[in-house]
């Protein structure tokens, strides 16, 4: 089911999504060559405690830890470890944030050091991606619009699209309906409503669109062994248009 939220509940969301939004430009700025995912994850949850949160994701279906840490070819769940970062690394840091019940749930990916060319580009376009879905989240579209219009713009890159991982409605719950692909076709799925509360998160790669679940149960990696950038932002859409909360 959908659920439709006021503008009292999309305030109450605003709120969650400011820690979240915050979280992650501070993570950019100590992400760096040879600190840990561990480390960041424990400053992760350091900063959501001091600003009152909880983490949506420690502990949710198990996960053990505050955010998930996907570096390279890993596409999203990573768990954070011992791991180093390395110059010319790429990871994606994907957060969720609980304020008075309320979720807000975005993702980022860094460069670490110097990095290739065409990944920063790869970097740069699956940010865009994420706005040219945006474009189509409005009233009498439908949640293919979005996919469709993701699909497109990256697709004609030469990316490959990773379909089998998709985003998602939030709301007092991390994930509910209506699910948000990123590939479809116009005029397609759910027909989009004001009051509507979507996590739209592009996950595009340097090749194969396919994925493989590791054994820890939660690491997705490219098929291939491809690079991967992931992003994320929990939009709201109001009488005024598409308000993006994590941003």
Known sequence: MIR???????????ASAEILKNLLLYLEEITEVGITTKELDRKAREFIKKHKGIPSFLGYGGF?????????EQVVHGIPSDRELKDGDIISV??????????????RTFLVGNVDERVKKLVEDTKQSFFEGVK????????GDIGHAIQTYCESRGYGVVKEMVGHGIWKDLHEDPSVPNYG????GKRIQV???LAIEPMITLGTDRIVIHKD?????TA???ICAHYENTCALTENGVEILTL
């Open 4 to 14: 439709i939220k006021s503008k009292a509940d999309i305030l109450k969301m605003k």
């Open 185 to 188: 076709k116009p005029g397609f």
């Open 224 to 226: 291939d062994g491809s």
């Open 136 to 143: 189509a989240f409005k009233e009498g579209n439908h949640i």
């Open 195 to 197: 009051g509507m509360t």
């Open 64 to 72: 053990p830890a505050t955010i998930c840490t996907s570096i390279n």
């Open 217 to 221: 149960g939660w690491t997705c990696t």
């Open 94 to 107: 994907d957060g969720g944030v609980i304020l008075d019940e309320w979720h807000s749930d975005a993702a």
